[in-house]
């Protein structure tokens, strides 16, 4: 792609696909899916390698949930893979367009686009950007501790106890930066104000279009082979 899919597309194109992944019932179809997905939501990914390391937990669910099905199930194949197809086509959309959401963005597409209420979507923003603050915070944490001796070395108990007390340290720092980033908000009328401006725009752009037509596609098209009986 030329331009890189927005936010909203991208959130879209990462939950419509849950309602096709439903229909999977026969390995056909859980591999027609897999692979539509794979191609057709893979050519937005921005990495591959990041949407591989992003699927891993989804891979390893879905080798369990296949294995459970297959010892519990009368040890049938079918039903088997099936299964882990199913789990697969799931997670697929998410590992491949969660990098192109980001919170800014993301929140002015929601109240530009979709009209949400602004003062949900400001607070929503604020409460994401936090939450991608907190891995850095994590490593100042622990690169604090570790230059007072205080790092995850030891045995079992030395490090739960580390693990516990930077916990709990970065639990302690988010509850004031929340402190201040509410106060900092009231101080500029978030709380009260009625009609609101947004500083950057929220253009609607065809990779975004193109990307929600896939979306529909890989939501409808399962069921439709479903009720046709193809792919059985």
Do not use: K, N
Not at 19 to 33: E, F, I, S, Y
Not at 110 to 132: E, G, N, W
């Amino acid at each position: 792609m030329t331009r890189r899919a927005g936010p909203l597309a991208a959130l879209l194109g990462s939950l419509l696909p849950l309602a096709g992944a439903v229909a999977v019932d026969t390995t056909p179809r859980g591999l027609a899916l897999w692979a539509a997905e794979l191609v057709g939501l893979g050519a937005f990914a921005p990495s591959a390698r990041a949407a591989a390391l992003r699927s891993i937990f989804g891979v390893v669910a879905a080798i369990s949930i296949g294995l459970s099905t297959y010892l519990y199930g009368g040890h049938h194949l079918d039903p088997t893979f099936a299964a882990v197809l199913r789990v697969l086509c799931i997670v697929t959309p998410s590992a491949l367009l969660t990098a192109l959401i980001e919170p800014s963005p993301l929140g002015d597409h929601l109240a530009q686009r979709v009209h949400l209420p602004a003062r949900l979507v400001v607070a929503s923003t604020a409460a994401l950007q936090r939450l991608d603050a907190l891995a850095d915070q994590w490593h100042q944490i622990q690169a604090a501790r570790r230059s007072r001796g205080l790092g995850l070395d030891g045995g079992p108990v030395r490090r739960s106890r580390a693990l516990a007390h930077s916990a709990f340290t970065l639990l302690v720092v988010a509850l004031r930066q929340s402190g201040v980033l509410a106060v900092a908000m009231d101080v500029r009328g978030f709380a009260g104000a009625h009609r609101r401006t947004w500083a950057e725009p929220a253009p609607w752009c065809p990779p975004d279009t193109v990307l929600l037509v896939i979306a529909l596609l890989l939501a409808v098209g399962p069921w439709l082979l479903r009720v046709r009986g193809l792919g059985g």
